[in-house]
């Protein structure tokens, strides 16, 4: 159908042509000039206008081909030459995918390269982008090998790729099939010094507070303290158990400071200090603690608090006393209320009050509370009321929650 509308344009365009032609070869065109220019317009916006539709179908077609990619994108093979090689700290990982989507394109490679930390025996992952080489069908990642660190081992995890429909195709069961090695090469340890610990050698209860401070030297070039944290280890006597602390670095103090604070379950136990590690590139690694010596604390045994038995019983009330009791007070008289009562355990000074109640309904205010306090000399529970315009009688006569 597109290529019938194009050849009837292509028809009207020739037509146009010829009759311009026609209409400048002949000498009895009086308007010869005027009617040049309104046809050779004509031509030209037939000619834009069927350019214009040509790229609008083709838009369309792309976009239809997105729309309607439900296909994932193949992934051809996987170029490692580094499989089974010994590398370097600092050397260059460099692997190549070729990959194609035949409906809307790739969008995206990616891949998860893992470093073996032989202390944890745990992989550090990292997420590898490829970029297309020229117009093939391969893309390339690279990745330099951080320095100073102690992985032992690599391997690419897993693959992979996206097309711009948002189809994926993975590859997550490489395993060992592209494995290389890498020789270790550790940063030199920092030494500790300066090493404090505020209740070095005391018997602490549960919830006091300690606080371990110290400073490094050694190497520290290239190395922002104040990004870095160290971890401080304290082991109980029997080794069965450890408790690791977070200390950061302080630019008042200009030191690392760790601050933590005794738990129940640390009790009736010595604690002796262990170690002090660190993390630089994902390695965690021992410092040089030699200068640390006889440094531990004792928690004594915690004995849970027994739990007050729940309170069942109400507070008893010995003794009433009203002054006006049956008299006609005027307004602004002033009605003091003497309540004594005992309890089993405490009374809640905060709750004792005496509601009175208008013997009359027809009032704004029909009730009103009298909040008692606590007189010590009296051994009683007092409150004064000033009457107001209304006749009142009391109801209630004191009520202790």
């Known amino acids: 159908m597109w290529k019938m509308k194009n050849l009837y344009k292509k028809a009207g365009a020739f037509f146009l ?3 311009l032609v026609a209409s400048m070869a002949s000498p009895i065109s009086a308007s010869a000039e005027g009617e040049t220019e309104k046809e050779e317009t004509a031509v030209q916006t037939v000619v834009q206008s069927e350019a214009e539709e040509r790229v609008t179908e083709d838009k369309n077609e792309t976009t239809s081909k997105d729309s309607y990619d439900v296909t994932n994108p193949v992934i051809e093979r996987i170029v490692f030459d580094q499989k089974g090689e010994t590398l370097n700290p600092g050397d260059t990982v460099r692997v190549v995918v070729e990959a194609y989507d035949a409906d809307s394109g790739i969008q995206s490679i990616e891949a998860r390269l893992g470093l073996l930390e032989p202390k944890t025996q745990s992989y550090e992952f990292h997420i590898l982008n490829f970029v297309k080489k020229d117009d093939t069908n391969y893309y390339e990642a690279t990745y330099e090998l951080p320095k100073n660190t102690g992985y032992t081992e690599g391997r690419l995890e897993s693959i992979k790729v996206t097309d711009n429909a948002g189809n994926e195709s993975k590859d997550d069961n490489l395993n060992d099939m592209y494995s290389f090695s ?3 090469v550790e940063s030199a ?4 010094i300066d090493f404090e610990l505020n209740k070095n050698q005391e018997t602490l209860k549960v919830n006091d507070e300690v606080l371990v401070s110290f400073s490094l030297t050694g190497d520290l070039e290239g190395i922002d303290l104040s990004l ?5 280890v304290f082991e109980r006597e029997d080794q069965q158990d450890v408790r690791t602390y977070r200390a950061d670095y302080s630019e008042t103090e200009k030191k690392f400071q760790a601050l933590f604070r005794i738990s129940s379950d640390m009790s009736g136990a010595r604690w002796n200090f262990k170690e002090i590690t660190h993390r630089w590139n994902g390695v965690i690694q021992s410092q040089d603690v030699t200068s640390i010596q006889n440094c531990w604390f004792e928690v004594e045994e915690y004995v849970e608090p027994e739990q007050p038995q729940e309170d069942t019983i109400k507070p008893q009330i010995t003794s009433f006393e009203m002054s006006h009791n049956g008299e006609v007070v005027k307004p602004g008289d ?8 005992t309890d089993n355990n405490a009374i809640d000074p905060n709750k004792a009050y005496v509601y009175m109640r208008a013997a009359v ?10 909040y008692l306090t606590y007189d010590e000399e009296k051994d009683a529970y007092v409150a004064n009321s000033r009457s107001q315009k209304k ?3 009391v109801n209630g006569i004191a009520n202790f929650l």
């Not at 002033?334 to 009562?341: I, L, P, R, S, Y």
């Open 391 to 393: 006749h009142i009688r």
């Open 228 to 232: 870095h944290s160290l971890d401080v």
């Open 361 to 370: 309904t027809d009032i704004t205010e029909s009730g009103k509370y009298v």
């Open 182 to 184: 890498i020789n270790g």
């Open 334 to 341: 002033t009605v003091t209320f003497t309540v004594k009562a």
């Open 189 to 192: 340890p920092l030494k500790v």
């Open 17 to 19: 042509a010829t009759v």
